[in-house]
């Protein structure tokens, strides 16, 4: 299956790009279907609907269990497994940028390293910004804020695809927020993705309205539906 654009199956368009060398494949069918390596994220995807694909997808859904799918509302590919136990659908949106609103700075923004991996994790496990793990920092770009010496804020870098770079693991400690890091820390990470030549995207639940209302605020537009699957 060859994407009408790289956006509208970004799993897929990263993990076969960008991303392959975190890509792991099946032992049945190879690149049929492919998984991020499970130290750095939770994505999963397959080439089609076709047998060889299902089996490629079980076989890697089985191995690393808890693995997620992002794909165009109304025909998430999870659909072509009709035995395989699912956690949880949720409605996204996608959201992509070209150009960004005026913002402040925050001096004190630093780039986060392996050092700061154990407090990154904390933080998104604490704010559950989406699914994010201990060796998400792979995939580089992440910056946080430090206060009292510790990490309360941060956003980086996740999918990156053939012109485009994601948003992401934007969070702020409950005890910090209202002073603007989210969006500084938004703000600079995108400047960069735009710097490289790039477009922005991010994926946001479409239920948190207020969210997609934040993104929409530093220069976002909703560009499609897509449903977030997780598998057992």
């Known amino acids: 299956m060859i994407p009408a654009h790289p956006l509208d199956r970004p799993v897929w368009s990263a993990l076969t790009g960008r991303l392959a060398p975190l890509a792991i494949r099946s032992d049945l069918e190879g690149d049929a279907a492919?998984?991020?390596?499970?130290?750095?994220?939770?994505?999963?995807?397959?080439?089609?609907?076709?047998?060889?694909?299902?089996?490629?997808?079980?076989?890697?859904?089985?191995?690393y269990p808890g693995a997620g799918l992002v794909e165009p509302e109304g025909e998430p590919?999870?659909?072509?497994?009709?035995?395989?136990?699912?956690?949880?659908?949720?409605?996204?949106?996608?959201?992509?940028?070209?150009?960004?609103?005026?913002?402040?700075?925050?001096?004190?923004?630093?780039?986060?390293t392996e050092a700061d991996a154990d407090e990154m994790l904390a933080l998104a496990t604490l704010t559950r910004p989406g699914p994010f793990r201990r060796g998400t920092l792979r995939l580089g770009g992440f910056i946080g804020v430090r206060r009292e010496g510790r990490l309360v804020a941060m956003a980086g870098e996740r999918m990156k695809v053939d012109?485009?770079?994601?948003?992401?693991?934007?969070?702020?400690?409950?005890?910090?927020?209202?002073?603007?890091?989210?969006?500084?820390?938004?703000?600079?990470?995108?400047?960069?993705?735009?710097?490289?030549?790039?477009?922005?995207?991010?994926?946001?639940?479409?239920?948190?309205t207020a969210t997609v209302a934040f993104y929409e605020s530093l220069g976002f537009r909703v560009r499609a539906r897509m449903t977030y699957t997780v598998l057992a």
């Open 77 to 112: 590919i999870a659909s072509v497994l009709p035995d395989f136990p699912v956690v949880s659908r949720a409605p996204c949106v996608q959201m992509t940028a070209d150009a960004l609103t005026a913002g402040g700075d925050i001096p004190e923004v630093r780039t986060l």
């Open 163 to 208: 012109g485009f770079s994601e948003l992401s693991g934007v969070c702020t400690h409950p005890d910090f927020r209202g002073q603007g890091l989210a969006g500084t820390l938004s703000r600079l990470v995108v400047s960069r993705i735009l710097a490289r030549g790039e477009q922005a995207f991010l994926h946001a639940y479409a239920e948190h």
């Open 34 to 63: 492919l998984r991020l390596d499970p130290d750095v994220g939770v994505f999963l995807a397959a080439a089609d609907g076709s047998a060889g694909s299902r089996a490629a997808l079980t076989d890697l859904a089985r191995r």
